[in-house]
């Protein structure tokens, strides 16, 4: 066995826990997992049976934490794992595999496959069998602020161009105040309007908010990779810069693995509980709402649907709230087939798009996003995951759909009541 392989081998040794171990015995190879399978439903491909994506844990399950596998392993009969088993994996753990969690869900024995996948990935990762693009991610990130590179002149940048615009000022590190807000690469890059939607919401809710220069990007490579050690760095990074500002809450920005990492993922990463709450952006709105303190005037009247970010409804709760919100202001909203805790993912999640080795497989899954919106032809769609809306932006164009693509907060900012 390689060193490399070896490397791997004991990382997956170190995920079997109670549960793995639980999961594995109980699996009765029913397939159900397939079916919720994006990359499988559209490939017809039994290799992307969700179960199957974890065969190498298995095999170490079996091979070390079985009676008969380990008897077999005495006799020199135990399946050993090579470098080309890794190199096998690593196309259908990081290339067909989102972690949207469908399987999950339709487990009929209870099996969290998604977890098992995450397990899956620290074994590739610590054997060297990752995509070229998360590692550099992931590198970049941890020497620096962003998974894109050096982002603080652009934060600035951005921020400056959102208070001229909506005449609010927006102040970075200022202690004492309501919320930490944290951004996604791909907004500060892409989608920097959301800065002064939050301005504008903000303003008129009296809510006291800020930015940290030192913790301003929320995205977690460490989750997506498989890398513990990573995700617990880029978590805990955030959290030294709320509590040295004395803030109650994080928002969480409209992405979804950033959430997963904040909310729910980062006490156990660090080890302790927060002094403070997170919240997803969506659940604020939401709240404000309830609380009266956003106010809206008019409604959209384009026919406008909404796709579910798995990582935001599905894995994390929030299914309710965008929907009160977008029908404050959308005059003509539809659900898609699915709509909700099952939806499809965009395709692109996990990784899965920084990865350009996976682009025909993404392609391919797409077209099961493409029928459900076919079916009801909308003239926008609306998402509150910023790599869900740049997915669905180029998928579209790909696929020559014209349709545009929305964010939830600056669709919300856009219908504020003008109080001055």
Not at 51 to 71: A, D
Not at 221 to 240: C, F, H, M, P, S
Not at 256 to 272: D, K, S, T, V
Request: proline residues 3%; negative net charge; aromatic residues 6%.
């Amino acid at each position: 066995m390689s060193a490399s392989a070896e490397r791997g081998v004991n990382a997956l040794r170190e995920q079997v826990d109670a549960p793995v171990a639980s999961f594995f015995s109980s699996c009765v190879n029913c397939g159900l997992c397939a079916d919720a399978c994006i990359f499988f439903h559209e490939t017809d491909d039994p290799q992307y049976t969700p179960i199957r994506k974890v065969e190498l844990l298995r095999r170490v399950w079996e091979n070390e934490y079985t009676l008969f596998g380990r008897l077999k392993s005495m006799a020199g009969l135990g399946n050993k794992i090579t470098d080309e088993d890794f190199s096998e994996a690593e196309r259908l753990v990081y290339d067909s595999c989102t972690m949207c969690g469908r399987c999950t869900m339709v487990c009929p024995v209870g099996n969290d496959i998604t977890l098992m996948i995450r397990k899956m990935r620290e074994g590739m990762s610590a054997a060297g069998h990752a995509p070229v693009e998360l590692i550099g991610a992931a590198k970049r990130h941890t020497n620096g602020n962003s998974p894109m590179g050096d982002l603080s002149k652009a934060i600035q940048v951005q921020v400056k161009h959102a208070s001229a615009e909506t005449g609010i000022e927006i102040e970075f590190d200022k202690p004492g105040m309501d919320y930490l807000v944290i951004l996604s690469a791909q907004e500060i890059a892409e989608y920097p309007e959301v800065i002064g939607a939050m301005a504008k919401i903000f303003k008129q809710a009296g809510v006291t908010w800020t930015i940290s220069l030192e913790a301003f990007e929320a995205t977690n490579v460490g989750i997506q990779i498989g890398n513990r050690d990573v995700a617990k760095y880029l978590v805990t990074r955030v959290v030294e810069a709320a509590e040295r500002l004395g803030v109650k809450k994080v928002i969480s920005p409209e992405c979804g693995h950033a959430y997963q990492a904040m909310r729910w993922e980062g006490p156990n990463l660090i080890g302790r509980e927060y002094d403070f709450e997170v919240v997803h952006i969506i659940e604020l709105l939401d709240q404000l709402r309830a609380e009266g303190k956003l106010k809206t005037s008019g409604k959209d009247s384009d026919k406008i649907t909404f796709h579910d970010p798995c990582q935001i409804n599905r894995r994390g709760g929030i299914n309710k709230e965008p929907r009160r919100l977008l029908n404050m202001v959308a005059e003509n909203f539809v659900e898609t087939d699915d709509a909700g805790t099952m939806n499809w993912c965009c395709s692109a999640g996990g990784g899965v798009g920084a990865n350009e080795r996976a682009a025909d497989l993404k392609n391919a899954a797409f077209q099961l996003k493409k029928r459900q919106f076919e079916k009801v032809a909308p003239d926008k769609i609306v998402t509150m995951c910023a790599f869900c809306h740049h997915t669905l932006e180029n998928a579209l164009e790909d696929n020559d759909m014209d349709i545009e693509v929305a964010g939830l907060t600056e669709m919300m900012a856009e219908y504020l009541v003008d109080e001055d």
